[in-house]
């Protein structure tokens, strides 16, 4: 097929695996419509959902509609439906060849019909993980990933976490994909890092010269990285329990909000330089060379074992408390605590740097005791913002010490401005074709590499049970 170049700005389709599943329906769909909203979305644009239901076009619009329902924007009805009409549905199996086969004469007639011209196009798997392959290869055959030419048409592909389920499997998928698309354009997901909050991290450590001094084990404690969820594993039974809490959320997200606490300043703010600087994190972790059952603790709320798809008898662990070290200059022996856990007593993200006490107290020796340290914590979510304890004398005749906080907070400060969910923000710098918030293959090998250990030896280890509105057994 030979498509002229006609307009400037390429046209986009972006073809959604999975559209009717749970991410796509909570985060995608919404994140797509909350985008165009904003104008952040090519002017021309169709958005393909490939999923396994047998529906007509009118029921995949209803569904559309109903995922948009009370999303407005305060835009007139007529907005909303405009977005829905850029939807197409291609009603397949993913591992089924005539499917692509469908797909691809849907892409062309689009390209043909519509946008007389070549268009960018972007794959997005929001599929469970055992369809990664047959999907790669299927896109493989079907010659959808092959570039229009030139610098126009790009293609690029979204891949949900986990990356893989160990080292070799990561290695495998990564053999696959690079096949059929060159690393730059591959973007494998960790929407953590498109938290805007985390996204701050970065900001405030390299724009406040204030805090770098003091950014090293000759000053910092501790820290604790802390992901604590009220929710139970919910529907996702079947999924969760083949991987368990470390694969899900520790592989990932609390080893990016380590690497992030912990990197070098990268040598310029392009991708790759803070990619490498986060791998660079990643691969020199350690367990303080202390037993297993002192730096790692798995357990399993109660009741677990009775939710809709959890096998019978199952060990798979709801709860991690790590004691990780890194072995660099900046952060030698000093331990960051990372735990997570599901069905706990609060919802709650946040990394908390405890300070070393300083080494002369000025008060006096009898009145107080010196053990006051500064600490600066960082709330992920909810209430984002950052706060730093610090302590004064309490005012009047005593020479007490007296705890302050100094604090910013998203909501208080930034009324005017929408915080952009994570995954609005993954969408959009795929399509701009940014890579800095997507992990990088070295950081997904480094983390299974660091973790792989831990999941054999707890095999051997006792699995602590803990009561389902409680923090869980204690952290490490
Ligand atoms: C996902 C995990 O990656 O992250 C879920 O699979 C977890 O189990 C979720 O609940 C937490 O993300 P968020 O954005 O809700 O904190």
């Not at 204030?210 to 929710?231: G, K, M, R, Y």
């Not at 660099?328 to 599901?342: H, Q």
Request: net charge positive; proline share 5%; charged share 25%.
């Amino acid at each position: 097929m030979v498509i002229k170049k006609k307009d400037a700005t390429p046209p986009t389709i972006i073809v959604i695996f999975g559209v009717t599943g749970d991410l796509s329906r909570r985060k995608l769909i919404p994140a797509l419509f909350d985008l165009e909203a904003a104008g952040m979305l090519p002017a021309k644009l169709r958005i393909i959902g490939f999923s396994r239901r047998t529906w007509s076009k009118a029921e995949f619009y209803a569904y559309i509609r109903e995922v948009l329902s009370g999303r407005n924007h305060g835009r007139e009805a007529s907005f909303v439906e405009k977005f829905v009409k850029k939807f197409e549905y291609c009603q397949a199996f993913f591992d089924e060849a005539q499917a692509y086969r469908r797909l691809g004469e849907l892409v062309v007639r689009i390209e043909k019909s519509t946008f007389k011209q070549c268009a960018n196009k972007l794959y997005y798997l929001a599929v469970p993980p055992h369809f990664y392959e047959g999907i790669f290869r299927e896109l493989a055959l079907s010659g959808l990933t092959i570039p229009c030419g030139g610098n126009e048409g790009w293609a690029r592909i979204l891949v949900e976490k986990p990356f893989g389920n160990d080292v070799r499997t990561a290695k495998k998928l990564d053999l696959l994909l690079g096949m059929l698309f060159k690393e730059e354009q591959i973007f494998r997901i960790d929407h953590y890092l498109a938290k805007e909050a985390l996204q701050n991290l970065l900001a405030f450590r390299f724009s406040n010269a204030l805090f770098e001094p003091v950014w090293n084990h000759e000053h910092i404690d501790s820290i604790a990285i802390t992901l604590a969820e009220t929710d139970t594993v919910g529907t996702r039974g079947a999924f969760y329990d083949g991987i368990g809490a470390l694969k899900d959320v520790g592989q990932n997200h609390l080893l990016q909000m380590l690497s992030l606490i912990a990197m070098e300043p990268p040598k310029d703010a392009r991708a790759d330089s803070i990619r490498r600087e986060r791998a660079r994190v990643l691969r020199v972790l350690h367990g303080g060379g202390s037993p297993l059952s002192q730096y790692a603790l798995r357990g399993q709320y109660e009741g677990y074992q009775e939710e809709k798809g959890i096998a019978a008898g199952s060990t798979t662990e709801t709860f991690f408390s790590l004691k990780v070290f890194v072995r660099n200059k900046r952060f030698r022996g000093v331990p960051f605590v990372l735990s997570s856990g599901k069905g706990l007593s609060e919802a709650r993200t946040d990394i908390v740097i405890s300070f070393k006490p300083p080494h002369h107290c000025p008060c006096r020796a009898k009145q107080v005791k010196c053990t006051h340290e500064n600490r600066l914590s960082f709330r992920i979510q909810p209430n984002e913002g950052i706060e730093l304890r610090f302590w004064i004398k309490k005012p009047g005749f005593s020479n007490e010490l007296e705890e302050k906080h100094l604090s910013f907070s998203y909501a208080a400060s930034v009324q005017a401005v929408r915080l952009p969910d994570a995954y609005e923000r993954l969408l959009a710098d795929a399509l701009a074709g940014d890579q800095t918030l997507f992990t990088s293959t070295e950081e997904v090998q480094a983390a299974w590499r660091f973790i792989m250990p831990i999941l054999a030896a707890w095999q051997q280890s006792p699995l602590v049970v803990y009561k389902k509105g409680t923090q869980g057994p204690a952290s490490l």
